[in-house]
């Protein structure tokens, strides 16, 4: 549906992300990890079948020699809201991303407003926050006053637009709830010290508080990685959640 100030605005809870490129397996960490022993000899394990080596992938990960996690890369293309690319983009080490640019191309009106299971009531301090359910009222409350601003700032947005003004300046009235894109690439070392700060697990020995937005990008990634790398991902699993 369209209008004089261009698309009507469109909301939604989720958030998408898609592995568009790999070149991670568990047998990665294994040569890259003998040639400390077997030098070029080490070429032999590109072929072996990393089930009989897992004890190896357990060690490396328990006793955090991380470098040989480093050789292989993934490529994410990421669909969220640019409060979350902010979080995202705090990780550098290990990572590269490439955004979406509002310079560049006119912003297509896609916002975020919260699922009714996501928590709403903030109590505590810095720290020691906790999250509640909301209630119906709450979530509905909630949701009408993101849609109307963000209705708002997108008619703004597209007057501005009309008007001749660059996308670049006309940007500036758009919220942190606009939905972006990005590819990020990584190798599953970062890949991890993502994860032990952003998913929530019983299993980690750090206590993590991520915000859940980021937190449900994070456990998409988390999926597609493990079906790349399962013994890697035990392992991770295994010893507490801990880049090593």
Same mark, same amino acid.
Not at 75 to 88: K, Q
């Given at each position: 549906?369209?209008?004089?100030?261009?698309?009507?605005?469109?909301?939604? +809870? &989720?958030?998408?992300?898609?592995?568009?490129?790999?070149?991670? !397996? &568990?047998?990665?960490?294994?040569?890259?990890?003998?040639?400390?022993?077997?030098?070029?000899?080490?070429?032999?394990?590109?072929?072996? &079948?990393?089930?009989?080596?897992?004890?190896?992938?357990?060690?490396?990960?328990?006793?955090?020699?991380?470098?040989?996690?480093?050789?292989? +890369?993934?490529?994410?293309?990421?669909?969220?809201?640019?409060?979350?690319? /902010?979080?995202?983009?705090?990780?550098? !080490?290990?990572?590269? #991303?490439?955004?979406?640019?509002?310079?560049?191309?006119?912003?297509?009106?896609?916002?975020?407003?919260?699922?009714?299971?996501?928590?709403?009531?903030?109590?505590?301090?810095?720290?020691?926050?906790?999250?509640?359910?909301? !209630?119906?009222?709450?979530?509905?409350?909630?949701?009408?006053?993101?849609?109307?601003? #963000? $209705?708002?700032?997108?008619?703004? #947005? /597209?007057?501005?637009?009309?008007?001749?003004?660059?996308?670049?300046?006309?940007?500036?009235?758009?919220?942190?709830?606009?939905?972006?894109?990005? #590819?990020?690439?990584?190798?599953?070392? +970062?890949?991890?010290?993502?994860?032990?700060?952003?998913?929530?697990?019983?299993?980690?020995?750090?206590? $993590?508080?991520?915000?859940?937005?980021?937190?449900?990008?994070?456990?998409?990634?988390?999926?597609?990685?493990?079906?790349?790398?399962?013994? $890697?991902?035990?392992?991770? +699993?295994?010893?507490?959640?801990?880049?090593?």
């Amino acid at each position: 549906m369209t209008n004089a100030q261009g698309p009507a605005p469109t909301f939604r +809870s &989720d958030v998408t992300v898609e592995l568009v490129r790999s070149a991670a !397996t &568990d047998t990665d960490v294994l040569w890259a990890a003998r040639v400390s022993t077997a030098g070029e000899q080490s070429l032999d394990a590109i072929g072996q &079948d990393p089930e009989k080596s897992k004890g190896l992938i357990n060690f490396l990960m328990r006793d955090r020699h991380g470098t040989p996690f480093e050789h292989n +890369s993934m490529t994410f293309f990421i669909s969220a809201p640019i409060f979350v690319f /902010r979080e995202f983009h705090r990780h550098r !080490t290990g990572w590269s #991303y490439n955004e979406e640019s509002g310079r560049y191309r006119e912003l297509q009106p896609v916002f975020y407003v919260p699922a009714e299971e996501r928590k709403l009531v903030q109590v505590g301090r810095p720290g020691k926050y906790e999250f509640l359910e909301g !209630t119906p009222e709450q979530h509905e409350a909630a949701t009408a006053s993101m849609e109307r601003a #963000y $209705t708002a700032a997108y008619t703004e #947005y /597209r007057e501005m637009l009309d008007a001749g003004i660059a996308r670049e300046v006309a940007r500036a009235v758009l919220p942190v709830g606009l939905f972006s894109s990005m #590819y990020a690439t990584c190798n599953a070392r +970062s890949l991890m010290h993502f994860l032990s700060l952003r998913t929530k697990d019983e299993r980690g020995k750090m206590p $993590t508080f991520p915000q859940r937005e980021i937190e449900m990008v994070a456990e998409q990634m988390e999926q597609l990685w493990a079906g790349l790398m399962p013994l $890697t991902h035990a392992a991770f +699993s295994e010893h507490g959640r801990l880049a090593p």
